[in-house]
């Protein structure tokens, strides 16, 4: 169910940052913990990261964890995913989705109900 809007995506050169935005007038984030995955065309939606609403705990995938930052703000239902030092292998399209708290430490997209529509985001050589 695509409920979310993510934003922010594009293209940068190795080193580069980004940061991307997700936000939702469906949901509320303050229930829900958030995380944001990626997919290129030959591989399945892997987990980048999540946050937990309230005790602010993150959690990160290996290859990311020095680099990216996921941060939320409640008071417009928005999560960001501050991305520096961007390398090729980062390329793909990143998706932010929303679990229940109770199921916070989940890592497969298959345990996410609530998704958006992907953006874009291109690192090159």
């Known amino acids: 169910e695509q409920v979310l809007a993510e934003s922010g995506g594009g293209s940068v050169q190795t080193g580069g940052s980004l940061t991307l935005s997700c936000v939702s007038t469906e949901i509320t984030y303050s229930s829900n913990c958030m995380g944001w995955f990626r997919q290129t065309a030959d591989n399945e939606r892997e987990w980048v990261a999540t946050i937990h609403p309230h005790r602010r705990t993150t959690y990160y995938r290996g290859s990311v964890e020095d680099r990216f930052v996921i941060a939320q703000d409640n008071s417009n239902n928005t999560v960001y995913l501050r991305m520096s030092d961007l390398r090729p292998e980062d390329t793909g399209v990143y998706y932010c989705?929303?679990?229940?708290?109770?199921?916070?430490?989940?890592?497969?997209?298959?345990?996410?109900?609530?998704w958006g529509q992907g953006t874009q985001v291109t690192v090159s050589s």
């Open positions: 989705a929303a679990i229940p708290l109770e199921r916070c430490g989940a890592q497969k997209a298959s345990s996410y109900k609530y």
